[in-house]
């Protein structure tokens, strides 16, 4: 029955928990022939959102995986994470210049961490924007 899974049905098998893969290949075994596990793999291909509960599935198997996740979203998000450094780097200096001239005036404690904490912020927020409100947007 796996064997035949594999074959029709391909990576969703896989995909399926193992207690469900267990119980339906019981099933096929004890009671039908191989004619039905064919026709049984082939509904299964055919409706497999309805059999399956796809999002389950995926959010298992990526919290079972954690490093293929990171992975992926380095691969993926390569270009995004350069412009991040780039953009932080640029911001930074410039919402550094304000923060210096203060300091030089007004020499007082929180001037640095107060400054850094708006300055962090700010830089994500226009960076992230950036990112995910693009003024031309790629597809």
């Known amino acids: 029955v796996t064997a035949v899974s594999h074959k029709e049905v391909g990576e969703l098998w896989g995909a399926l928990p193992a207690i469900s893969q267990r119980e339906i290949a019981e099933i096929v075994s004890d009671k039908f022939g191989k004619s039905l596990v064919l026709e049984l793999a082939g509904l ?25 996740v990171v992975e ?8 995004e994470f350069r412009f991040l450094e780039r953009s932080g780097f640029y911001f930074g200096f410039l919402f550094g210049i304000p923060q210096m001239i203060l300091y030089a005036f007004y020499d007082s404690w929180f001037i640095l961490p107060g400054f850094g904490l708006l300055v962090g912020w700010a830089t994500n927020y226009i960076a992230l924007l950036l990112i995910f409100n ?3 947007p790629k597809k």
């Open 44 to 68: 299964l291909r055919e409706r497999a959102l309805e059999c399956c509960d796809i999002e389950h599935m995926v959010v298992q198997q990526a919290t079972q995986n954690k490093h293929k």
């Open 72 to 79: 992926m979203f380095e691969t993926v998000g390569a270009e």
């Open 134 to 136: 693009p003024i031309e």
